[in-house]
């Protein structure tokens, strides 16, 4: 008995400690790297370091001009408020096209529902930056999604919702980057929404027409709050990586769409001042944690009202 009961022990920390230590080693010491950086001095082309120990005397020197210029700098927080308000842009789009397109796969024959995976995950067979360049493609002068929006006149009405910057241009806009971004991300919200879905019981379905309740109102009484689970895992998904996008923003978007990762970028490259980049990195990621927390927080009271 104390055997088995040793093993058990042994084995339940093994499963534990291979996260952790991944954890650590791939998101913890980084971001301890890139807080030692936010409050260094910058040399020629490296940072001092915090810690020295001359003559005797140990030394602690934390800088930390980076985050009081983020704080005085309005670029900063127009940036940090166009970051979310894009990322909050893309997540809700993926929701509204992925819920319907998750449920109708639920609810598929099962026979299907392999091949339908397999359409939602194919983007992931190509390579990223071709997806983004193909959209820059059919997005810009003469391209196929340019000329049907030109031709059927949704250009005039973009324009006068301020998405682009005038009437025929689709390309630079805030239009375009959140048509890249919703597209380059919509798998990662209709995989959690289809896991839910699928696992839900239709029997409740059966009941709730049996009390004589209609199609919609089952699916709002009962669908909807079933898998809001899944709703809440597919928001993080999209919203997280796409508060720090990069790479849609410089290929699709223009100067009116300018995001944290770009200036992320040019910080740390064009004006190679790692102190202040690696101090608007830090900031982004407290800013991504929030999020994070409210979802743990949603999830371990889900499991508790499980229990």
């Not at 409050?39 to 930390?64: N, Q």
């Not at 980076?66 to 842009?89: E, N």
């Not at 979802?295 to 889900?302: D, H, I, L, T, V």
Request: glycine share 6%; charged share 15%; with cysteine.
């Amino acid at each position: 008995m104390r055997l088995r009961l040793a093993r058990h022990i042994r084995g339940r920390t093994v499963v534990v400690a291979v996260p952790m230590v991944f954890l650590l080693a791939f998101f913890l010491l980084p971001f301890a790297i890139v807080g030692q950086i936010s409050l260094a001095d910058m040399e020629d082309v490296c940072c001092k370091d915090l810690v020295t120990f001359d003559g005797g005397v140990l030394r602690i020197a934390l800088k930390f001009a980076g985050y009081a210029f983020i704080a005085d700098d309005p670029l900063y927080l127009r940036t940090y408020v166009s970051s979310l308000k894009y990322a909050a842009a893309t997540t809700l789009l993926c929701l509204a096209i992925g819920y319907p397109f998750a449920y109708f796969m639920a609810r598929a024959e099962r026979a299907v529902q392999p091949a339908l995976l397999m359409l939602v995950m194919l983007p992931f067979w190509t390579s990223f930056l071709l997806r983004v360049y193909a959209w820059r493609a059919l997005l810009a002068e003469h391209g196929w999604i340019e000329q049907w929006v030109v031709g059927s006149g949704l250009d005039t009405l973009l324009h006068a919702l301020g998405l682009i910057v005038e009437p025929g241009q689709l390309l630079f806009t805030p239009f375009s980057l959140v048509v890249g971004m919703t597209y380059t991300y919509l798998p990662f919200m209709v995989l959690p929404l289809y896991a839910h879905l699928a696992k839900m019981d239709l029997r409740l379905l059966e009941a709730a027409a049996d009390l004589g309740a209609t199609p919609w109102v089952a699916f709002w009484k009962i669908t909807v709050p079933l898998s809001k689970a899944g709703i809440i895992a597919g928001a993080m998904l999209v919203f997280i990586p796409c508060v720090g996008e990069f790479v849609i923003p410089e290929l699709l978007g223009g100067p009116e769409t300018l995001m944290i990762g770009r200036v992320i970028w040019d910080e740390f490259f064009a004006n190679n001042d790692w102190p202040l980049a690696s101090s608007v990195a830090i900031v982004m990621v407290l800013l991504i944690i929030v999020p994070l927390a409210v979802f743990s927080k949603y999830q371990a009271e889900a499991e508790e009202r499980v229990r």
